[in-house]
Nanobody, 116 residues
């Protein structure tokens, strides 16, 4: 069974840091592009960052220089280190696994709230 399980969300003050982790089933990890998306009520889910199997990365302009995505093939995890958090980073963050021609997989999401 394919599963993506997120952890690490929570409440943090502006300027603080959080680290999100996503653990994936082995069958979908090594050959998939892993990504983090986020969504706020009434808005479309947006791509935050993604990392390919060869560790190429992409970041949304809004998080460049503040967020870092990484993956560990041995541990089947993809992490999102979020620094200098802003209130506008508040959202539900979702882990995603994608490959051309194959079904996308999604985690259930983890809430990140940036507030004083």
């Amino acid at each position: 069974q394919v599963q993506l399980v997120e952890s690490g969300g929570g409440l943090v003050q502006p300027g603080g840091s959080l680290r999100l982790s996503c653990t994936a089933s082995g069958s979908i990890f090594s050959n998939y592009v892993m990504g983090w998306y986020r969504q706020t009520p009434g808005k479309q889910r947006e791509l935050v960052a993604r990392i390919g199997s060869l560790l190429g990365t992409y970041y949304a302009d809004s998080v460049k220089g503040r967020f870092t995505i990484s993956r560990d093939h041995a541990k089947l995890t993809v992490n999102l280190q979020m620094n200098s958090l802003k209130p506008e980073d508040t959202a539900v963050y979702y882990c995603n696994a994608a490959k051309p021609g194959a079904t996308d997989y999604w985690g259930r999401g983890t809430q990140v709230t940036v507030s004083s």
